[in-house]
């Protein structure tokens, strides 16, 4: 025959029951109170803003209590090794994040004390900006080729034999380029120069309506090409 727990065996339990339950609550207000951790730390407001220079970004949130934060960071969600901690407590928290790499998606979270901050178990994200182009740097424009002038002391060289050639300072400035051909072709330097045919103005035909084709026609053609 089974014997019925008595009164003083129930309020034996019941005790017993009691001091388990608040021993379970004061270890965790206990860890809560050590760790520094409440919901009055909570980040709230997240904020990153990145860097012009694609090299940085200051992380902010705001709390109720004041507290020292870590932003944890990396590349990938799942690898957030890198830690930016704060130096003083505040409820105005911004971390800057240095040495990131231009145009380059970045994820973290907020650690205070044991507790972590994120978007819902996802990681706040933010990309970098694409490099700075450095300042101070002009890059010339070109906007003609200046007719060259003889300098003193020099003289336009004529064509040998009425024949232009790439190797001679035509020109006088002193400088063997495109420009000495150029001026050799239209007959500059007190001194009509044939050109050199090629191509289609080998037979130009009678470009300039004189009734004979010669030297003049294969110049026309040269110089509307």
Same mark, same amino acid.
């Given at each position: 025959?089974? =014997?019925?727990? #008595?009164?003083?065996?129930?309020? @034996?339990? *019941?005790?017993?029951? /009691?001091?388990?339950?608040? $021993?379970?609550?004061?270890?965790?207000?206990?860890?809560?109170?050590?760790?520094?951790?409440?919901?009055?730390?909570?980040?709230?407001?997240?904020?990153?803003?990145?860097?012009?220079?694609?090299?940085?970004?200051?992380?902010?949130?705001?709390?109720?209590?004041?507290?020292?934060?870590?932003?944890?960071?990396?590349?990938?969600?799942?690898?957030?090794?890198?830690?930016?901690?704060?130096?003083?407590?505040?409820?105005?928290?911004?971390?800057?994040?240095?040495?990131? =790499?231009?145009? #380059?998606?970045?994820?973290?979270? @907020?650690? *205070?004390?044991?507790? /972590?901050?994120?978007?819902? $178990?996802?990681?706040?994200?933010?990309?970098?900006?694409?490099?700075?182009?450095?300042?101070?740097?002009?890059?010339?424009?070109?906007?003609?080729?200046?007719?060259?002038?003889?300098?003193?002391?020099?003289?336009?060289?004529?064509?040998?034999?009425?024949?232009?050639?790439?190797?001679?300072?035509?020109?006088?400035?002193?400088?063997?380029?495109?420009?000495?051909?150029?001026?050799?072709?239209?007959?500059?330097?007190?001194?009509?120069?044939?050109?050199?045919?090629?191509?289609?103005?080998?037979?130009?035909?009678?470009?300039?309506?004189?009734?004979?084709?010669?030297?003049?026609?294969?110049?026309?053609?040269?110089?509307?090409?």
């Amino acid at each position: 025959m089974t =014997k019925k727990p #008595t009164v003083k065996t129930i309020i @034996i339990i *019941v005790i017993m029951l /009691l001091v388990g339950v608040l $021993g379970v609550l004061g270890i965790t207000t206990a860890k809560t109170f050590f760790s520094g951790a409440s919901a009055a730390t909570e980040a709230k407001n997240v904020l990153a803003k990145v860097g012009e220079d694609g090299k940085s970004a200051v992380v902010t949130w705001v709390s109720d209590k004041a507290s020292m934060g870590i932003v944890e960071y990396g590349t990938t969600p799942a690898s957030l090794l890198l830690r930016a901690p704060e130096s003083t407590e505040t409820t105005n928290h911004a971390v800057t994040l240095s040495a990131l =790499k231009a145009n #380059t998606n970045y994820y973290f979270r @907020i650690r *205070v004390g044991e507790e /972590l901050f994120d978007n819902n $178990g996802i990681p706040y994200s933010f990309k970098t900006k694409e490099a700075a182009t450095p300042s101070g740097v002009v890059l010339p424009v070109i906007t003609s080729i200046p007719t060259p002038t003889a300098s003193a002391g020099l003289r336009p060289s004529p064509a040998v034999g009425g024949v232009c050639d790439r190797k001679t300072d035509y020109n006088g400035d002193g400088v063997v380029n495109s420009l000495d051909y150029v001026y050799c072709q239209k007959g500059q330097g007190g001194k009509a120069v044939t050109p050199v045919p090629t191509g289609k103005c080998l037979s130009p035909g009678d470009l300039n309506n004189d009734g004979v084709v010669n030297s003049l026609d294969i110049r026309k053609c040269l110089q509307n090409q």
